[in-house]
């Protein structure tokens, strides 16, 4: 059934990537930058143009549309999520896309600085691309492939279901969230409004993987109180509050329980941002694990370092605000097992054998699990994310959109 489509997959990508749509850990508007609604609006006017009627942006960046059933059957209403903000981490402006056809196994340099090398020691999923098409940016920005690639795919199954209407389906859902790269993907969302029974977001890595597992996590704030003085006369008296964040940041362990040095399953204790002057200072810390009980356990760790180094100090005090972010939703997903079931079935039908895994990081997905929509991820063929090095495949995201079309219409 699709080898005669002409995929729009990868030109929607690459249109969309050039739109920058950064977010802002540190804004405290909703959504944290303004320019991620340029997106919203493209998006929101090209699914009218293919012929959904029922589609709205409202204020907060969000877009949602609805496809409407073409099967006279009760069926599940499914929703398909990306986010169209691109991650702080690394510049999202100006980014050039550049589309690498028939991949020959070279490593690549990227014109705009040569230091920048696409290697395939680095990214040995590079071997897997031989022969296939490739996008990477240019050398100065991130490319946007977490989530564009995903905003793509969605985009591109609308078009096809839009373009066969025969093919029978119930209602399906799309939405589009701003600010899932800092982490408020959906504090402003209107679940009434989008009304699913479940979904599955699109922000997932290579072909074939499936994830119905992310961490859980929190995010901890620790602020010193020192004592100020004048530092001409401050001998006997001064303790410089940046000097004890610097003492805890240097007390963590180096070997363990940090990112640098954790992998599969393991949890992690992350210090992400910290400022201050010497009367008071602050850092704050993710806090990651997949068992929802051992952020508890780090953070009690955190804290007794906390305590040990200010017994060195009379008179300074500290606080220590813990956050919830998100769950794992796997908690959630276990009780609907519907949701991956027909995962499975839609993978097999596309020719792939489904590869769970679980997501050292969280997806919006993890957080609608627990507002009443339970969520799973897909691959979209997105490497490197988060960096100059980011590339995706355009193969991975076409058997992305293959994937969705049979999901959606519950296929064999």
């Not at 090209?46 to 099967?71: H, N, Q, W």
């Not at 209107?190 to 074939?208: H, I, P, S, V």
């Not at 370092?305 to 769950?327: A, D, S, W």
């Not at 097999?348 to 050292?360: D, F, N, Q």
Request: proline share 5%; glycine share 8%; with cysteine.
């Amino acid at each position: 059934m699709f080898h005669e489509y002409k995929f729009t997959v990868a030109e929607r990508f690459m249109r969309y990537v050039q739109i920058d749509t950064q977010s802002d850990p540190h804004s405290i508007s909703f959504p944290s930058t303004e320019k991620q609604k340029t997106l919203s609006v493209l998006l929101a006017a090209e699914l009218k143009a293919i012929g959904i009627m029922d589609v709205e942006t409202d204020e907060y960046g969000y877009v949602y549309a609805t496809i409407p059933a073409t099967s006279n059957e009760p069926l599940p209403v499914i929703c398909f999520c990306s986010h169209i903000d691109t991650a702080p981490d690394c510049s999202g402006t100006d980014v050039k896309p550049i589309l690498h056809k028939n991949y020959h196994g070279q490593d690549i340099v990227l014109p705009d600085d040569h230091n920048q090398v696409i290697s395939v020691d680095a990214y040995p999923y590079l071997q897997e691309q031989m022969g296939k098409d490739i996008i990477t940016a240019s050398g100065l920005t991130l490319l946007g492939a977490d989530d564009k690639s995903g905003v793509a795919i969605i985009m591109d199954m609308a078009h096809y279901l839009m373009q066969h209407p025969e093919l029978a389906h119930g209602t399906i859902k799309i939405l589009f969230t701003p600010d899932e790269e800092v982490g408020r993907g959906t504090d402003k969302l209107d679940m009434q409004k989008l009304g699913a029974d479940f979904g599955y977001t699109l922000d997932g890595g290579e072909l074939g993987t499936y994830e119905d597992e992310t961490f859980s996590a929190d995010g901890v704030t620790i602020s010193f109180y020192g004592i100020s003085a004048h530092p001409g006369y401050a001998k006997g008296k001064m303790v410089n509050a940046l000097k004890l964040v610097s003492a805890l940041l240097a007390a963590l362990p180096t070997t363990a329980w940090c990112p640098e040095a954790t992998e599969k399953r393991e949890g992690f204790v992350h210090p992400v941002h910290m400022e201050g002057i010497a009367e008071k200072a602050s850092v704050e810390f993710i806090i990651r694990d997949f068992i929802t009980d051992q952020l508890t356990v780090y953070e009690d760790q955190l804290r007794n370092l906390c305590e040990q180094l200010i017994q060195q100090y009379p008179g300074v005090t500290y606080t220590f605000e813990v956050k919830e972010q998100y769950r794992n939703m796997k908690l959630v997903l276990d009780q609907h097992p519907q949701v991956n079931e027909r995962a499975a079935k839609a993978y097999k039908a596309a020719g792939l054998i489904l590869r769970k895994e679980p997501i050292r990081g969280g997806t919006d997905g993890s957080r609608l699990s627990f507002m009443g929509l339970p969520c799973a991820n897909i691959f979209t063929g997105m490497q490197a994310i988060h960096s100059k090095h980011e590339w995706v495949s355009v193969y991975d995201m076409q058997k992305a959109v293959e994937v969705l079309v049979k999901l959606a219409c519950n296929m064999d």
